[in-house]
């Protein structure tokens, strides 16, 4: 709310998703986690994003649309999980930046 109310940022805003994905690398990093599943991920962002003034099937899609623009841009990168870790064909997303 401060960023909406104070910096006059919008709801629908790309630069409130990708602070949101950073903000969620950044804890799982701290957590001591260097993969974050996809889906685990853009759940953790669409659930901040989301509230009574944006709906959760927009944050999601907002979620989805700035984490690929952050992987053509290589903040982030994406790739399958490691075999012990997961399904084929499951997504991952790594702390680039965001863990520096």
Same mark, same amino acid.
């Given at each position: ?53 944006? /709906? ?6 907002? /979620? ?13 990168? /994406?790739?399958? &999980?490691? &075999? ?17």
């Amino acid at each position: 709310r401060l960023a909406l109310s104070q910096l006059g940022a919008r709801l629908d805003s790309p630069r409130r998703a990708a602070a949101a994905i950073e903000a969620c690398l950044r804890q799982s990093s701290s957590d001591g986690d260097c993969y974050a599943p996809r889906v685990l991920l853009l759940s953790a962002v669409q659930r901040s994003l989301s509230g009574p003034d944006f /709906a959760s099937g927009k944050a999601l899609k907002l /979620a989805q649309a700035a984490l690929e623009r952050m992987r053509k841009e290589g903040l982030v990168h /994406a790739d399958y &999980p490691p &075999p012990a870790q997961g399904g084929a064909g499951e997504a991952a997303a790594a702390a680039g930046r965001a863990s520096s």
